[in-house]
């Protein structure tokens, strides 16, 4: 199944492992550039790179705040994601309550056969 | 002796680019759930859930060992699945090949493994594919059959309107 273009860029954005490292940092509430370096080890022009990516997805938004740039997680972009997970997460739901259903009465059984035996 | 039919709820996350990982904990020992997991009669009861029949359900558990699953979705999809047994420990842990039949190049290393404690137990599934375009093409894969289940429920409403 194709997906929209503009969602393809948001699954795009988080599919690079350093970028989802920004983004659980900034989930944590805003950071500037600088924070972002020193928690990721990595150099500057890295982090601006991604955060670029990030922004033109629309994952993340920046504001100035004097001589810094703040950046702030927007949630509501990671829905389509989000919402792609647990769809699959539902399909593992229903086969996993069946599973329920089959182990009471594998237990009940069980439990049965034991009275029998003693 | 009651207990709860319901553990709880599935938990899925991506941990890397390539890989799937699906925990949920079940109110059973883990002799049950192993038993339920690899018992041919019994993955007939729930694979499937409610999507579908559980057409076939072949397992030959020894390592080397081949599987295949398929069910026949209420809408008349098929969907099959096959592998190999790669680890077995009984009740303990199970490592095998999946491939889907609808993208047969997107083989993935499945391990699943079965943790008890206090009469509980913890199922957790890692799927590891090779490529993302096979990682996400397996999510999906669960998708079709939930459009499915959408365009049915969409239809029902059309044809109580007529």
Redesign the interface.
């Known amino acids: ?1 194709a997906r929209a273009p503009t969602t393809t860029d948001a ?1 795009n954005a988080v ?1 690079e ?1 350093r970028r989802r490292d920004i983004l659980n940092l900034l989930a944590d509430g805003e950071r500037p550039v600088n924070d972002l370096v020193v928690e990721l080890g990595l150099a500057q022009p890295q982090v601006s790179k991604h955060l670029r990516v990030l922004r033109e997805v629309g994952l993340v938004e920046v504001r100035e705040e004097g001589r810094q740039r703040l950046y702030r997680l927007q949630g509501r972009q990671l829905k389509p994601i989000h919402d ?21 009465e ?2 009940r059984k ?2 049965r056969d034991d009275g029998n035996g003693e | ?1 009651t ?1 709860m ?3 709880g ?6 941990p ?2 390539t890989e ?1 990982l ?1 925990t ?1 904990e ?3 020992p883990k002799a ?2 192993y ?2 997991w690899t018992t041919p009669e ?1 993955i007939k ?7 579908g029949t559980v057409t076939v359900a072949e397992v030959d558990l020894r390592v080397g060992g081949r599987w295949r699953y398929a069910m026949m979705t209420h809408s008349g999809f098929e969907v099959a699945f096959h592998g190999e047994y790669r680890e077995l420990i009984e009740n303990e842990r199970i490592v095998s090949t999946e491939v889907y039949e609808g993208m047969p190049d997107g083989e993935a290393l499945n391990t699943v493994t079965f943790a008890e404690a206090a009469g509980r137990t913890k199922l957790t599934i890692l799927v590891q594919h090779a490529k ?1 375009e096979h990682r ?1 093409a397996h ?2 894969s ?6 499915q289940d959408a365009l049915d429920l969409v239809e029902q409403v059309a044809i109580s309107l007529v």
């Open positions: 199944m699954f599919a492992p792609w997970v647990k769809r699959f997460e539902r399909s593992w739901n229903e086969r996993f309550e069946a599973m329920d259903e089959l182990l009471e594998l237990k069980e439990h | 002796m207990a039919a319901s553990s709820t599935a938990v899925v996350t991506l890397s680019d799937i699906i949920r079940f109110a059973a049950l759930v038993r339920a019994l009861r729930w694979w499937s859930a409610k999507r993302r996400d999510i999906e669960g998708m079709e059959d939930g459009l």
